[in-house]
């Protein structure tokens, strides 16, 4: 896992030459609505492609995780459907959705029946490597997806965006990679601080809601540790309320609060009062991290960046493997 967390700068050049080669089109001039249809890791490029063209695409994006897509779906919608293994069923099942009511369809996988289906289908198939767990192919399940709406017109073209998030990265993991000391490494500093909490992880609606939902998801399955996420200015409005429980129970929650440059000003206003004061009498644990870099882009990335690393090794502090996910293995066995 750590190898393929360090390898997120070169997948996304790599998915990038993809893209650059490959005959998946569609017709934009058709498209209202564009849905990503996806599961787990394959959902998080999706996550990430919504908030990120929330303010430059013409149309709307949503994201769907479920078996059948909403009843608006039709000849107007372009569907995306991503599964890094090609075989999960509800991916397959929206798939077979989109297909029974004439959408446009690109499909994003490795390979499995989604591959298969798609192509006798004649939809059009981006395939991206192989062998890795989902969840460590962001880089694979998101920049085809980025490109994908560049190409056709729908976002403005971002190659320096691209590239200033790789050069971003290339930098961050001299810093975080597992031969970088604890004293410098906020990954490993991040790990230890949770170890043994319940981390509740804060973003805020923009670009770190769905980032701080990574992270719940990151440590869930690489450090299979209960993990919440929740985001600005949503919780100021329920989740604050719920800190006056007997002290015990509240030392074992962790907060982190994940902030960037492009939050809204009454947004940073509320994270500053909820930190500083409301939530500052509580008995656990808080730290903010800020994002780094320019661009939308990379300030996004660099969250996530630290998120996986810091589930990698707090999967490490609990003497965990954070590659296999044997309850989700045994999950797909049994409904088979
Ligand atoms: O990261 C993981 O292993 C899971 O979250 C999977 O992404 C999820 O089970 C869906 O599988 P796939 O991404 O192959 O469609």
């Not at 149309?59 to 479920?66: D, F, G, K, T």
């Not at 200033?164 to 975080?176: C, D």
């Not at 090794?313 to 296999?324: C, E, N, Q, S, V």
Request: charged letters at 20%.
């Amino acid at each position: 896992m750590l190898g393929a967390i360090y390898g997120l700068p070169e997948q996304m050049e790599e998915a990038v030459r993809l893209m650059e080669h490959t005959g998946a089109k569609f017709d934009a001039s058709l498209v209202q609505t564009i849905v990503v249809t996806g599961l787990g890791g394959s959902a998080v490029g999706g996550d990430m492609l919504r908030t990120y063209a929330g303010d430059k695409c013409p149309v709307p994006i949503l994201v769907n995780r479920s078996y059948t897509l909403p009843s608006y779906v039709g000849k107007d919608t372009l569907v995306i459907a991503v599964s890094y293994s090609g075989n999960t069923e509800e991916t397959l099942s929206a798939y077979a959705d989109a297909k029974a009511r004439g959408a446009q369809i690109v499909a994003v996988t490795s390979g499995g029946i989604l591959k298969k289906q798609a192509w006798e289908d004649g939809h059009a198939v981006i395939t991206v490597p192989g062998g890795l767990q989902p969840r460590a192919a962001a880089g694979y399940l998101f920049i085809p997806q980025l490109m994908l709406l560049q190409q056709a017109g729908l976002l403005p073209e971002g190659h320096a965006e691209i590239e200033e998030t790789v050069r971003l990265l290339r930098e961050m993991r001299k810093l975080l990679a597992p031969a970088s000391p604890t004293e410098q490494n906020l990954a490993k500093q991040t790990a230890l601080r949770l170890y043994g909490k319940i981390p509740l992880i804060h973003g805020a609606v923009g670009l770190t809601e769905v980032i701080a939902y990574r992270w719940k998801t990151q440590i869930n399955e690489n450090a299979q540790t209960p993990a919440f996420a929740h985001c600005y200015p949503e919780l100021n409005h329920n989740e604050i309320v719920g800190f006056d429980v007997p002290q015990e129970l509240i030392e074992k929650l962790e907060i982190i609060t994940l902030t960037c440059s492009r939050n809204h000003p009454r947004v940073q206003k509320r994270i500053e009062i909820t930190a500083g004061e409301v939530l500052a009498a509580a008995s656990c644990g808080q730290t903010e991290l800020a994002a780094l870099g320019e661009s939308d882009l990379a300030q996004m990335f660099s969250l996530l960046y630290l998120g996986d690393y810091a589930s990698a090794y707090l999967a490490a502090l609990y003497g965990l493997d954070p590659t296999p996910v044997e309850k989700i293995e045994y999950l797909k066995r049994r409904l088979a």
